[in-house]
C-alpha cells in the first residue's frame, strides 16, 4: 500500500508545472479571476493537494509546499480576513466554510503554524459559522446579506460544516486556541445531532444520498467516513455514532474490504474502479472499525 502511494504521488507530482500548479488555465485566469486554482474540478491545484494530503504525502515535501504557498496567496482576502475568491466583499458562494477548512485542512497538514491570518479565519468563522437546523430567517446584515442560496442560505451547509472540522482537526494541540476549540465543539455537536450522516428530521434517511457512498479522495464533500475518521482522530466517541458506524460495517467485503461506491471523476491520478474494493477507503474504515470496536465512553 505505502509503495503504491508513493508511485501515485510521484505520479502526479510529475504533473506539476514549474510555478508549482497542476491543470493551470490562463483563460480561466482571464474570464473568472480568482477560480484558476480552483477549476477544472477536481484537477486544479487546490483539489490535488487536498488529493495528495489525503494520499498521506510527506508533510515536508518542498513541491506541495511551493503550491500551498501560492493557494494561501490568491485565495486569502484582506478585506474580509478570510479565503476566498471574489476581491469584492463577497462572491456568490461565499463566505465559504467548505473552502476555509479545506485550506486550513492543508495548511496544519502541511506543517503550517499559527499566524495572524490563520487566526483571523478561525475568528470568522467562530463568530460567524450557523448551525441552525432549518428554518433560518437570513439576516440582511454582515457576513449574510440576506442570501438564499448556496453557503448561507436558510440552512446550515453540512458540508461547510464538517471540512471546518476537518481543517481544525489537523491544528496541532499546541496550537489550539479557544476560538479553534469552541468552533471545533460546534462542529461536532451538529455532526452527533445528525448522527454523523442522516438526517435529524427523518431519521432513517441520509442526509444526502453522497453521504453514504465511500468514495476517495474527499474533496468538499464528505462522506461518512470521513467524518468517522475525523471523530476518531479526536477520540470522540457517542453512540450518536454508532448507527454510521453499522453502516460502515454492513459494508464490508466478505474479504474484509470495502469497495468505491462514488467515484471522484476528473483527478490527476486513478484511484480505483467503481464497485470494485478499494485500497484507500479499506485502510481507513478498517483504522475507524478498530478505533469504535472499544468499549463506549458514556
Known amino acids: ?14 504533473k506539476q508545472d514549474k510555478l508549482g500548479r497542476w491543470a493551470y488555465d490562463k483563460k480561466i485566469k482571464r474570464t473568472r479571476p ?23 504525502c510527506s508533510p515536508n515535501d518542498s513541491r506541495a509546499k511551493k503550491a500551498l ?42 506543517g503550517g503554524k499559527t499566524t495572524k491570518k490563520i487566526l483571523n479565519v ?12 432549518g428554518n433560518f430567517k437570513t439576516p440582511m446584515e454582515f457576513p449574510y446579506f440576506g442570501k438564499r442560496e448556496r453557503c448561507y442560505s436558510s440552512h446550515t451547509c453540512y458540508w461547510g460544516v464538517t471540512k471546518l472540522f476537518k481543517g481544525l482537526s489537523f491544528i496541532p494541540l499546541s ?21 454523523v450522516c442522516f438526517s435529524s428530521r427523518k431519521k432513517n434517511k441520509p442526509l444526502h444520498k453522497m453521504i453514504i457512498c465511500l468514495t476517495f479522495p474527499n474533496m468538499y464533500s464528505s462522506d461518512f467516513l470521513e467524518i468517522l475518521w475525523l471523530l476518531a482522530r479526536e477520540d470522540i466517541k457517542d453512540k450518536r455514532g454508532q448507527r ?5 460495517k454492513s459494508k464490508q467485503n466478505t474479504d474484509g474490504t470495502w469497495n ?19 485500497p ?5 474504515a478498517r483504522e475507524v472499525i478498530e478505533y469504535y470496536s472499544k468499549p463506549l465512553r458514556w
Open 175 to 195: 496550537q489550539r486556541t479557544t476560538e479553534s476549540q469552541e468552533l471545533m465543539r460546534k462542529c461536532i455537536d451538529f455532526i452527533l445531532k445528525h448522527e
Open 69 to 110: 504557498k501560492i493557494l494561501l496567496r490568491d485565495f486569502y482576502k484582506p478585506k474580509t480576513g478570510i479565503f476566498g475568491w471574489s476581491d469584492n466583499t463577497y462572491g456568490t458562494h461565499e463566505p465559504s466554510p467548505c473552502l476555509n477548512g479545506n485550506l486550513l485542512y492543508l495548511y496544519f497538514y502541511f
Open 122 to 133: 478561525i475568528k470568522f468563522f467562530h463568530k460567524y459559522q450557523r448551525f441552525d437546523d
Open 34 to 56: 480568482g477560480y484558476e486554482h480552483y477549476i477544472p474540478a477536481y484537477k486544479a491545484t487546490l483539489w490535488t493537494l487536498i488529493t495528495l494530503a489525503d494520499l498521506k
Open 1 to 14: 500500500m505505502k509503495d503504491d502511494n508513493k508511485k501515485l504521488i510521484e505520479k502526479i507530482f510529475s
Open 260 to 278: 468505491l461506491e462514488r467515484l471522484i471523476s476528473n483527478t490527476i491520478g486513478s484511484f480505483g474502479k467503481k464497485d470494485k474494493p478499494n
Open 280 to 284: 484507500f477507503i479499506t485502510e481507513r
Open 244 to 248: 454510521a458506524v453499522k453502516l460502515l
